[in-house]
Structures are given as structure tokens and as C-alpha cells.
């Protein structure tokens, strides 16, 4: 009895496990997450030196994922810094790419699950390089996966990442830093605060820059009521980077300076520049002049209109009067 | 037999004499001077410092005109490594007399290269440093004196606070922190800090108090406070705390002594607080023990990460106001057999960013070529079913890579995305922009020569921005069969 008992019991937990497992959800949700650090890293040569980097590649997946680990050089394609790898060593402008400097013992491998893989390259300066900047990419992009299609008529579109870590070299020697502002810009009339300021630095050196500086908003009577200081953003060489910025509270009035100080480089080189603007609420300005005539108007017609209306109506009672004294004298001659 | 009585008698009154005037003088002469000098000893007294840490002072062995490099003696001095030197201390290069910082600078560690090197900012002036001139860097504290009264101190009485300075005329007041051989014969420097400085606060009398004099101290002497009781008398039980040093002027703390310190272990003054009564006769009073230690730089190096995680997502959800018909991977979008001719088919994935990287991240997409079948080349932007190509759309009237158009009209074949912000506002361009219904765009077609684009970013640090991406396929009837595939590549970095 105990036996069929116990077969019975071990039945339900085979059925209830079974449907369990087939229940379960399928792999739709999965995902895949990789991690890489430093996500940015800032490195100083001299010519013909011999140095490296090593970059780690964090897989916190469940799986292994295999794929393969590049360096490419990249460039900054707009004024907001957006990176962009070079596919081609033909695209390449020679003046700032370094990925042929750059060697590993292996281009692909398999980071397990939960776990980093630390992707070491070495690099080797020429003796010939010249100084200033020189930007590069090492990344990981893992290996697509396509199932085979079952029939002939299907259609895929097969999904691959790249995460990629950004390498700026900074070759020692004789670097040429120029930056000037190419846009400083401020409406020249707002009817209301804040002051909305763009401005727009160019890199005309050979090497990054990222600029330190401050805006400071004066006002009419040269008191300083507000300072920001500008995003201190790096900004690609032969590139610029644009800077917005609000400067001050909504109720301004008058004519007002905005001014921006501030220094580049390694040589603290100065950068500066000014705009002048009014701000001036005019809608509120007609509504409260507006308001105020109305008001004079009304005050002027009641001290002008009241005392003339007193006058005539005082006159008509005095010829009321007389009218009246003239009709008793009537009744009492005719008495 | 008499005269051996009377001389008995005599030497046992003398003994009694004796006994008799040693106990008077005791009792009544000596022990009441005894008690009221020494007093009783003040509850809970203690001295709380702002800032513990011993200051900094070294001799300067090197340091280059116009350089920002400083190296230091390694013996013979306060402090003979850089062990107790931080990053971002503001060090004064004092000549040999301690008469003024060099250039009239304070300059800031910028980094401890080694034991004995360190790097400044800004770099030095013209003149190289001197080999007799030190390095300090000054660490001053407000003292929080605190202590509850035993006896009560009488309306015309006072608080006598008795601080250490160094036994050397000349060096007890000049802002510079003492050193000296032994604890004993140093002490904390008083920095100018007068009557003004110094505050007094009562529980449990009356706060009738003045800080009637701040008297430097000498060779001989130690610093001295005095604070005199006004008015009425504070009551047994009250409890005093006397601040000594402002935002303006704080008590300097000495440098390590010269000899037997230990890093690490404190350096342990004695400050006396004594209550007197109106003829300067103790009450009460407490030795107060004050450690001052050297400080413990707790430092960590956080590196600049960038997380990507691209997600599959289930058949059926809604996604950019559609419900999709198709289950993703991270790896890939399998439309499978389509049949549906002249309809949208719908997919999604999600794709999340984190970064600490203070200029922020972008992703960009781009296609290896348009879909082809069995993996045939569709040459050019256009290439089309002539070509075996499931061509990028144009969406309802015109789209590109770069700008979108809503693409409501089936009749309008082929292949694109749209955006739709989860977490965050990241996205590029939105399913619902513009009123749209599903506004779309191509992906760029690297074999078309098609730069990437970015579809989300940001300037600054993302914790966890989530952005999904729409793909939509629409096949015309005269499409040819066949597997028809291409490859659609996420690239995401920092912002430059």
C-alpha cells in the first residue's frame, strides 16, 4: 500500500514538474547586456615609445558570448561629439588615427558568463610621430546568430552590438592649440528672462581641448546676477562643440551684457567674448500703461465732471426756487 | 624623684603641645588651603575638535623655478614623508623664519607622487624653493569645550581655559603650526584668534557671561582664556560649553613632534579648565586630554563604465502604438514565412544605456546592406525586388537615414524603424512625432556608403535609459521568395 502510495506521489511531483517546465516562458525576453570600462581613457606618448592598454569587456549574461574585438580609429563627425568609427583604414584621416599602432595576441574570443574579459593591446609609437592627438576604438562586437530558415520564403534581420571604448593619445612634443569662439549668440531682444545664450567653439589645434570658462550675466547698472559655468566637454580637433545655456530669471528689464571668460589648452590660453541684449516685457509694459491712462482718464473725469454737475444742478435749483417764489406770489395775487 | 616627675610631666606636655599645634595646623590652616586650590573635578569635560588631523610640515629639499614638482627632506623635520599629505591640500612654502609663504601662495597638492615627491598647481614662480624652507600644510580646528559644574561659580567668578603653545617666544601666535621635541614643550598655535572668536553658552544659569581676555602664550606661559561670570552666579549642575574659534579664526594644531611620534598614533595634549571664585581661588577644574592624529586619505577610483544591453521582446506587445507580431532575441529579428502580402509585420527590441560618463554615450545603427535574398548584394540605396532586394522604405512619401516620414499606407513595401522613449528621453526621433502615426526612417546602408546615425544619446551621466526600437517589413505581392537577410548593428560609446 505504502509502495502504490509513494508511486502515486512521485507520478504527480514527474506531471506537475513537467508542466512547470513546459509552461515556462521561452527565451523572448532575453537579453543581452555588456559592460566595457574604461569607457574613455586618456593616454600620453612620446615618440617611439612602447606602451599599452588594456580594456575590460563585462558579459552579464547567462551565456558565453564569443565575437570579436576590433581597433578602429573614429573621428567626431558633428558639433555634439558623437564618435564615429571608421569602418575603412581608406576613410581614415591619417593626421589623427593610431589603430596601426596598435597589436593584439588575439582578434576574437569568448567572454564567459558573468564574467570580464580584459582584451590587452600594445602599442608602439613610431619614432616618427608626430605630436598632438590621436583617437581610437577598441570594441567588442559579438557574433551574430541566425537560425536557418525553415522554409525558403523566410525572412531575418539578424541583430549584432558593438560596445566600444574610446582612446585618446596624446603624442608628446610640440602640440599646436588655437580654439576661437565661432558663435556667441544671444537674441537681441527677449521680452522675458532667462537669457538664452548659444555659443560654439572651434578646435583649430591638433590635439583635444576642453575649454574652461564661465558666463556671467550683468546687468544694466554692471552688477554681475548670474554666473554659469560652461560644460567642460572635450571637443575633437578641427571640430567644434556647441554650449546652451540659461542665464538668469524669468523678470528681467533693460540692457544687458552676457560675458564669457575662460581658457583652453595646457597653456591656459584665453578664450572671451561679449553680446549685449534688452530684455524688456512689453506686453506687460502696454497692459500696465494702458492700465494706468485708463486710471488718469477716470480720476480726471470724476474731479472735472463732479463739480461742473454740481454747479448746473445747484443752478437749476435756484431757478427752481425762483419758479416757485414766483408761483406763490401768483396764488397769493390771485387770493 | 620630683624633679624626674616634674621633667616627665613637662616632655609629656610638650608631646601634647606638639600633637596639639601640628593637628590645628592641619586642620585648620593647611587642609582648607589644600581643598580650595585644588577644588573638586569638573563632570563630563571634554573637547570636541572640527578637525583632528595634525598639520603638515616638512623641509623642502627640492623644488625647480617655474616647476610644479617638490620634493621633501626625508629626516630631521615634523613630518619626513608624504604619507600624511593629501591630494588638494593647500601647502605654504615658509622660509626658514617662518615669516610668510613663499610668492605669498597657497598652492594645492595636485598629486603625492612618491615618499618624499609631490606635485603642485599651480607651478612655482621664478625662484626655486630654498633648502631651509619648509612645506606646511595647516590644519585648524574649532574647540567645543564642554564641562558640567560642581560647585557654583559666584557672580563676580570666572573660567579660566589654559591652552598648550610651544615653549619658544615668537612662535606661539604666527599662524604657522608648531613642532617641537616633546609634547610637553609644544602646543597649538593661536592665529590671532582674540575675544571676538570665542563664544560661551550655558544650561542651567543664566548665559551672563564675557570673554574678558585671550592672552597668547610665551616660553614659559601657555595660551590663556578667560571668561568672567556677569550678574548673577551659575548654579552647581550647570553645564558650560565655551567654542573657541570662528569661521574667522580657528586654533592652529601642531605638526607631529620631532621625536618618538609614530604615525598613526596621537599626539595627546592636556588643556586645563579651571571655575575660580572672585578671588581667582579654584573651584572646580578638569584636564581635558586632546588627540590630534594624523588624517587617513580614504580614496577609490571609479572607472568610467558603458552598459548596453539590447533585449528580445515577445510577439503581441505594444510597441510605437503598434502591436507586434513577431518574437525578438538580442541577436535577431525572425520575421519567419510572410504570406501576408501588402501588411505591416511589427517587431520590437529594447535597448537600455548606463553610463557614469559625464559627456554622456550614443548609439548608432546601421544595416551591412538592404535585405537580400539568400544574401545577394542589393548594390545602392535603391536596389529593389529587380534585384532580389527587400529594399528600405521610403515610408508614405520620402524617407531617409537621416529624416523620417509617418508610414501608414501599406502600399508602401519594404524595410524600417521608429523609436519610442521607455525610460528617459533619449531617443532621436519618436514613433509619434509631428502627430504622426508611425513615423519612420531607413537604416543606414553601409553598403550604399550610408554613414550610422545616432538614434539615442545624451550629454550627461545616464543611470538607465531605455529606448525601444520598432523594426516594420512590409512585403509587395510580387515580391520573389526566398530567405531574405541582413545584418542591423548597434554601436554604442561615450560621447567624445
Known amino acids: 500500500m505504502k509502495k502504490i502510495i509513494k508511486m502515486l506521489f512521485d507520478s504527480f511531483l514527474i506531471i506537475v514538474a513537467f508542466f512547470l517546465v513546459s509552461s515556462a516562458p521561452t527565451s523572448a525576453q532575453q537579453s543581452l547586456p555588456l559592460v566595457v570600462y574604461p569607457a574613455k581613457i586618456q593616454l600620453e606618448v612620446s615618440p617611439g615609445e612602447k606602451t599599452g592598454v588594456t580594456i575590460n569587456f563585462l558579459n552579464q549574461s547567462e551565456i558565453p558570448l564569443s565575437g570579436y574585438f576590433r581597433i578602429a580609429d573614429f573621428i567626431v563627425i558633428n558639433n555634439k561629439g558623437t564618435p564615429e568609427i571608421i569602418e575603412s583604414k581608406e576613410m581614415a584621416n591619417n593626421r589623427y588615427t593610431a589603430s596601426s599602432w596598435f597589436s593584439s595576441l588575439y582578434d576574437r574570443g569568448t567572454i564567459p558568463a558573468n564574467e570580464k574579459l580584459s582584451f590587452l593591446t600594445y602599442i608602439t609609437v613610431p619614432k616618427d610621430a608626430t605630436a598632438g592627438g590621436r583617437y581610437v576604438a577598441i570594441y567588442f562586437e559579438p557574433t551574430p546568430e541566425l537560425t536557418q530558415p525553415k522554409t525558403g520564403a523566410e525572412k531575418a534581420t539578424a541583430i549584432s552590438t558593438r560596445i566600444a571604448s574610446l582612446v585618446y593619445i596624446k603624442v608628446k612634443g610640440d602640440i599646436k592649440e588655437e580654439a576661437k569662439i565661432t558663435q556667441f549668440f544671444a537674441s537681441n531682444f527677449q521680452e522675458y528672462g532667462p537669457v538664452k545664450v548659444v555659443t560654439e567653439i572651434l578646435n583649430l589645434g591638433n590635439y583635444h581641448i576642453t575649454p574652461q570658462a564661465k558666463l556671467t550675466l550683468i546687468n544694466p547698472f554692471g552688477k554681475v546676477i548670474d554666473e554659469q559655468k560652461l560644460t567642460p566637454l572635450n571637443i575633437f580637433p578641427e571640430r567644434s562643440r556647441v554650449y546652451e545655456n540659461e542665464l538668469g530669471k524669468k523678470w528681467l528689464i533693460g540692457r544687458y551684457q552676457v560675458k564669457l571668460t575662460g581658457t583652453y589648452g595646457e597653456k591656459n590660453l584665453p578664450l572671451s567674448a561679449n553680446v549685449y541684449l534688452w530684455v524688456f516685457p512689453w506686453k506687460v509694459a502696454i497692459i500696465i500703461i494702458l492700465a494706468i491712462i485708463i486710471l488718469i482718464l477716470l480720476v480726471r473725469h470724476f474731479l472735472t465732471q463732479s463739480p461742473q454737475k454740481e454747479k448746473e444742478l445747484l443752478t437749476l435749483l435756484e431757478r427752481e426756487k425762483k419758479e416757485i417764489e414766483r408761483l406763490k406770489r401768483m396764488i397769493n395775487k390771485n387770493e | ?496
Open chain 2, 1 to 496: 624623684m620630683f624633679i624626674i616627675m616634674m621633667k616627665k610631666i613637662f616632655y609629656q606636655l610638650t608631646f601634647i603641645f606638639f600633637l596639639f599645634f601640628q593637628s590645628f595646623y592641619l586642620f585648620f590652616l593647611r587642609l582648607p588651603q589644600i581643598f580650595t586650590v585644588e577644588g573638586a573635578t569638573l563632570l563630563n569635560a571634554s573637547d570636541t575638535l572640527s578637525n583632528s588631523r595634525l598639520s603638515y610640515r616638512a623641509g623642502v629639499a627640492t623644488g625647480a623655478a617655474n616647476g610644479s614638482v617638490v620634493t621633501i627632506d626625508s629626516s630631521g623635520n615634523a613630518d619626513n614623508n608624504t604619507n600624511h599629505l593629501f591630494p588638494n591640500d593647500n601647502v605654504c612654502f615658509a622660509g626658514p623664519n617662518l615669516d610668510g609663504c613663499y610668492q605669498q601662495t597657497n598652492y594645492t597638492v595636485a598629486s603625492i607622487i612618491n615618499t618624499t615627491t609631490f606635485n603642485i598647481s599651480p607651478p612655482l614662480a621664478s625662484t626655486p624653493l630654498g633648502v631651509n624652507d619648509y612645506v606646511i600644510a595647516s590644519q585648524s580646528a574649532i574647540h567645543s569645550i564642554q564641562f558640567t559644574l560642581i560647585n557654583t561659580i559666584p557672580a563676580n567668578g570666572n573660567i579660566l581655559i589654559t591652552i598648550p603653545a610651544i615653549d619658544i617666544t615668537g612662535q606661539t601666535n604666527d599662524c604657522f603650526p608648531d613642532t617641537n621635541s616633546t609634547i610637553a614643550s609644544n602646543g597649538f598655535d593661536l592665529c590671532g584668534l582674540g575675544t571676538t572668536n570665542i563664544a560661551i553658552s550655558s544650561s542651567g544659569c543664566n548665559n551672563n557671561w564675557t570673554v574678558a581676555a585671550v592672552t597668547a602664550g610665551d616660553a614659559t606661559n601657555d595660551h590663556t582664556i578667560r571668561i568672567d561670570r556677569n550678574t548673577n552666579s551659575c548654579a552647581a549642575g550647570s553645564t558650560i560649553t565655551v567654542t573657541v574659534g570662528d569661521t574667522n579664526r580657528r586654533l592652529i594644531n601642531p605638526a607631529p613632534i620631532t621625536s618618538s611620534h609614530a604615525q598613526g598614533v596621537a599626539d595627546i595634549y592636556t588643556i586645563n579648565v579651571r571655575t575660580r571664585d572672585g578671588g581667582n581661588n579654584t573651584l572646580d577644574q578638569a584636564n581635558i586630554r586632546t588627540a590630534v592624529i594624523e588624517g587617513v586619505l580614504v580614496s577609490a577610483n571609479i572607472e568610467e563604465t558603458l552598459s548596453l544591453t539590447i533585449a528580445g521582446e515577445s510577439a503581441g506587445i505594444a510597441a510605437c502604438g503598434q502591436t507586434t507580431d513577431v518574437t525578438t532575441y538580442p541577436y535577431a529579428v525572425p520575421w519567419g514565412t510572410i504570406a501576408n502580402f501588402g501588411a505591416f509585420q511589427e517587431a520590437s527590441q529594447l535597448i537600455t544605456v548606463s553610463t557614469n560618463a559625464v559627456s554622456g554615450y550614443t548609439v548608432r545603427i546601421d544595416e551591412n546592406d538592404q535585405m537580400g535574398r539568400n544574401g545577394n548584394v542589393c548594390t545602392g540605396a535603391n536596389a529593389g525586388e529587380a534585384q532580389n532586394c527587400i529594399r528600405d522604405t521610403t515610408c508614405n512619401t520620402s524617407c531617409s537615414e537621416s529624416t523620417s516620414d509617418d508610414w501608414t499606407s501599406t502600399t508602401s513595401y519594404g524595410f524600417g524603424y521608429s523609436l519610442q522613449n521607455v525610460s528617459g528621453s533619449d531617443a532621436i526621433f519618436l514613433y509619434n512625432e509631428s502627430s504622426r502615426t508611425f513615423s519612420a526612417r531607413q537604416i543606414p546602408d553601409l553598403e550604399a556608403g550610408e554613414t550610422a546615425q545616432t538614434i539615442m544619446s545624451r550629454n550627461t551621466p545616464a543611470a538607465s535609459s531605455q529606448v525601444r526600437v520598432c523594426y516594420r517589413l512590409n512585403i509587395s505581392t510580387t515580391q520573389p521568395a526566398g530567405y531574405y537577410f541582413n545584418k542591423v548593428r548597434f554601436t554604442a560609446s561615450a560621447t567624445f
